[in-house]
């Protein structure tokens, strides 16, 4: 081979590194992900959710450009309402990673009375009689509610491109949300209830029971698109959420990873013991909310939940604390999640 096929042969290759480097590293490559918006959005166009606009990768309000919904009115460039009264900004803690960060949330108090005020009922015509699953989604669907909560939805996918870690954020916002009861209650053929609060009306309050928060993550996860379930074990009267994900990871081989909600916990973690010695032995009713994307099978999370679940079982034995690497393997484990110190059912 003479000295210049060789020299041209360098300089091919040169060439092609050199583009494929651009193509795949440029922030103006067409093919690069980060020209695109957490929820999917090229640069420079409107997202599905208005009034939001992708710019360099961010999703901001830009409502003159992209309109609003016809319940809200432009003003400036965002599109308001007017239950958006009694303001408070709520700090939404989560951690990813290890990492403890938050997330700065408006709530109004003006949107909390309209849910307030809503039919407690569902009205059927004939003898059809409302599910469960009709109820959860009649407080997850709510219209006026959701144009309320895009913006939490859209936070979060500002802090992270990767729907995966789009979901591990709205997990864990959840998950550290204070597990309690609503000092409200209602009135359904004259006999009063217990309140049952909206999702937003969770955030609003930044607390609720197990039903409640698992609708607030029902609404983001379905919002960021996956395959969402409830999990509800009657026997111990416990609701909990399922991610779509590998069968071969999934609770009772149903496609769908098990979340529990009122406190954090590992995706997939059901060697749970909650208050009172309580363990979800019986077989969960699946509610059916949203098909979407499903996990990938190469989750940290899966080799994690093994680890804790081995660790929790030889406390039965032997004890944890006696075993060095265990110990630590624990304390990295409770650091890496900011796992519970314990779980509440119902």
Not at 80 to 90: A, C, D, K, W
Request: aromatic fraction near 14%; include cysteine; charge should be negative.
């Amino acid at each position: 081979m003479s000295k210049v096929m060789i020299f041209s042969f360098v300089v091919i290759a040169l060439l092609f590194i050199g583009t494929m480097w651009f193509l795949l590293e440029s922030p103006k490559s067409v093919f690069y992900k980060d020209n695109l918006c957490g929820d999917g959005s090229l640069e420079n166009t409107c997202s599905d959710m208005k009034p939001y606009f992708c710019y360099n990768g961010v999703l901001s309000e830009n409502a003159i450009v992209c309109g609003c919904d016809e319940t809200l009115s432009i003003s400036g460039n965002s599109c308001v309402s007017e239950l958006q009264t009694e303001s408070n900004e709520v700090k939404l803690k989560y951690v990813l990673r290890g990492k403890e960060q938050e997330i700065n949330y408006f709530v109004y108090g003006g949107l909390t009375n309209y849910l307030s005020e809503l039919p407690v009922y569902i009205n059927y015509d004939g003898n059809s009689t409302p599910s469960r699953t009709d109820f959860k989604l009649r407080n997850i669907d709510e219209a006026t509610q959701r144009e309320f909560l895009l913006p939490l939805v859209v936070e979060i996918q500002n802090r992270a491109h990767d729907k995966e870690e789009q979901a591990r954020i709205a997990i864990s916002i959840v998950q550290n949300l204070n597990w309690g009861f609503s000092n409200k209650t209602t009135i359904y053929r004259e006999t009063e209830l217990p309140y049952s609060r909206h999702p937003y009306e969770v955030l609003y309050d930044t607390q609720g029971v197990c039903g409640e928060k698992s609708e607030v993550l029902a609404f983001l996860l379905r919002e960021i698109g996956y395959g969402v379930v409830f999990f509800y074990n009657q026997d111990e009267n416990h609701e909990s959420i399922g991610i779509k994900c590998p069968v071969e990871k999934s609770w009772h081989n149903s496609r769908y990873c098990f979340i529990e909600t009122t406190g954090p916990s590992i995706i997939t973690d059901t060697s749970i013991n909650y208050v009172g010695g309580l363990d979800l032995k019986s077989e969960p009713e699946i509610l059916f909310i949203s098909d979407g994307d499903s996990l990938n099978l190469d989750m940290y999370e899966y080799k994690d939940a093994e680890k804790l679940a081995d660790i929790k079982e030889s406390v039965n034995g032997d004890g944890f604390f006696f075993n060095p690497i265990k110990f630590i393997t624990f304390w990295k484990l409770e650091r890496k999640y900011g796992l519970a110190k314990e779980y509440n059912a119902g």
